[in-house]
């Protein structure tokens, strides 16, 4: 399908609007037009809570990371009362970058002329400005980004006056609650450059469909669409979710040397099984009998996303002698299917950047691709 001169009218869009069965995939321009890319940065990245990972990153007083998030550039930061903050990472006197990469600091001074901000976004030291006319210190603190945490997680909004986060998780904190996410330790981050739309990873990430194609050689065997069953499960809140009901851990190989089933789970059905849930627009998380996983997404362009792999243990797990060697199992599992998913969703982008790829149609194990599309449509296209 060539791309049509209004691609925002909502005629383009009929196909997705039916019910699943009926239903045709999404456009293949919403893949690859830079202009419905920008609108979705307008209309949801920049109105949404964002997760953006663990508290475990700032963990001290001081510590901090930077992050560019849908082309908006911020710092993350614990200040000295031990409270997490976010700001715009650009300098209120003429707009330098303040911080790059992660670390520690005490006050945060700009690179390029030295103006000092405190770890609460106060500008304290402005060298050389007293000669300057009504010129008010208090005037210039950083720019304040909302940012709030379920448990250890952090999520940032770009909106003057967010919804709730509460409001937006709606019953998931409770729904996962049997896992004790908030004790769970970020034991290892891996990030990757993905050349393809951010909708198609996560479309990839909530169906089973793929498993025996794409997977066929690793979690295929314990985790087929047809043996573990995926169920889609009711969400009040801006997510959906499955639960797979399977033998052993999720988060590895057939056969692999494992940790302990997380304690609080002994005697639940989550002890046979995963959660995996996608937390609007694009997080996805899985908690399985043993640890759980996130993939936080992070949109750069139509074709471009970078993303993060969190793994997530029980705290008591990485003081155990025998650690580094089992945690190996579980990272090698993620490592190769996440390659697999990446290659995956790389070839269909590049299938999608042709004038020669009207939209196709949906097969039942896809209910949550098809949600997924019309959640975004709802935002992206007025009426
Ligand atoms: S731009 Fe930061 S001090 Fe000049
Ligand atoms: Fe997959």
């Not at 989550?270 to 627009?281: D, F, H, K, S």
């Amino acid at each position: 399908m060539m791309t049509p001169q209004n691609i925002f009218d909502p005629k383009h869009y009929e196909g997705v609007r039916k019910p699943l069965l009926e239903a045709e995939t999404m456009p293949a321009f919403t893949y690859t037009s830079p202009e419905f890319y920008q609108r979705e940065v307008e209309r949801i990245w920049r109105k949404t809570w964002n997760f953006i990972g663990s508290a475990d990153q700032i963990r001290n007083n001081g510590d901090y990371f930077t992050l560019n998030f849908a082309g908006m550039p911020i710092i993350v930061l614990r200040d000295h009362d031990g409270k997490i903050r976010a700001f715009a990472n650009t300098c209120r006197h003429r707009g330098s970058e303040l911080l790059e990469g992660k670390g520690n600091c005490k006050l945060i001074i700009c690179p390029y002329h030295s103006w000092t901000y405190d770890l609460s976004g106060n500008l304290r030291g402005t060298p050389e400005m007293d000669k300057t006319l009504n010129f008010n210190k208090a005037d210039y603190g950083l720019i304040s980004i909302a940012i709030d945490t379920w448990g250890n997680f952090l999520f940032i909004n770009f909106d003057k006056n967010p919804e709730p986060l509460k409001k937006h998780l709606g019953d998931l904190p409770e729904k996962l609650a049997p896992y004790r996410l908030e004790n769970m330790a970020l034991a290892r981050r891996k990030s990757f450059q993905m050349d393809c739309n951010w909708k198609l990873f996560v479309e990839n990430a909530k169906e089973s469909y793929h498993i025996g194609t794409v997977h066929r050689a690793t979690i295929n065997q314990y985790a087929s669409a047809k043996a573990a069953g995926y169920w889609v499960e009711k969400a009040t809140g801006d997510y959906v979710v499955t639960f797979a009901q399977h033998e052993g851990s999720m988060a590895l190989l057939k056969g692999a040397k494992g940790f302990p089933t997380i304690e609080s789970l002994e005697g639940r059905r989550e002890a046979g099984g995963t959660y995996a849930p996608l937390i609007y627009p694009s997080t996805y998380l899985a908690c399985t009998i043993d640890c759980a996983w996130y993939l936080e997404m992070h949109p750069i362009s139509a074709n471009k996303t970078y993303m993060v792999h969190g793994a997530l243990f029980p705290r008591d797990r990485l003081d155990r002698p025998d650690f580094g060697e089992v945690a190996k199992n579980y990272y090698h599992r993620w490592d190769v299917t996440i390659e697999e998913d990446i290659l995956a969703s790389v070839r269909q982008q590049r299938g999608l950047e042709t004038p020669f790829a009207p939209p196709g149609r949906f097969s039942h194990r896809e209910p949550l691709v098809h949600e997924i599309d019309n959640w975004i449509l709802d935002r992206v296209i007025d009426g």
